[in-house]
């Protein structure tokens, strides 16, 4: 789906009006829902299904609806790789400022990360990713992109 049904029409602390549940899905790209929420570090500008992050520093802030009481974070993400220049990329995943997770990813992954209650009860994710290793490909000579790339994201989807 590709704006959640559920997304409840009141005030949120995005201050856009949205609040996701269990079944919702972000989606990322031109066409997606993405760009409702608060976010930065993402080039949503390109018509594909998908976004690549664009500094070492990225955030969505996803807020939850009121009624939520369990859910889990699942994401597709691929990394920005060329050979041996840079055979993975290190990723480093924030959940309200507490760390969940490492992947040094060298292909498309999904993750999937179980929120606590501490977590639900803020009705606010604010998801930080950590690309240390994002680079520009041309500051590499492999083409004239200048973003600094790091991994691609097509979908958060809760469940």
Not at 9 to 22: D, E, K, Q
Not at 51 to 56: G, M, N, Q, R
Not at 131 to 139: E, M, N, Q, S
Request: charged fraction near 20%; hydrophobic fraction near 45%.
């Amino acid at each position: 789906m590709v704006v959640p049904p559920s997304a409840a029409r009141r005030g949120s602390a995005t201050g856009r009006g949205l609040a996701f549940r269990p079944g919702d899905v972000i989606t990322f790209g031109s066409s997606g829902n993405a760009g409702q929420l608060q976010l930065f570090g993402f080039d949503l500008s390109a018509d594909l299904d998908f976004s690549w992050t664009t500094a070492k520093f990225c955030g969505i802030d996803i807020p939850l609806a009121g009624d939520v009481q369990e859910c889990t974070l699942e994401f597709e993400y691929s990394p920005w790789v060329s050979g041996t220049r840079v055979p993975a990329q290190d990723l480093f995943v924030f959940i309200n400022g507490l760390f969940f997770h490492f992947s040094r990813a060298e292909r498309q992954e999904v993750m999937s990360i179980a929120l606590p209650p501490s977590v639900i009860s803020s009705r606010l994710i604010q998801l930080r990713l950590v690309i240390p290793t994002a680079v520009a490909p041309r500051r590499l000579g492999v083409s004239a992109d200048e973003r600094m790339l790091g991994f691609f994201i097509r979908q958060i989807a809760l469940s």
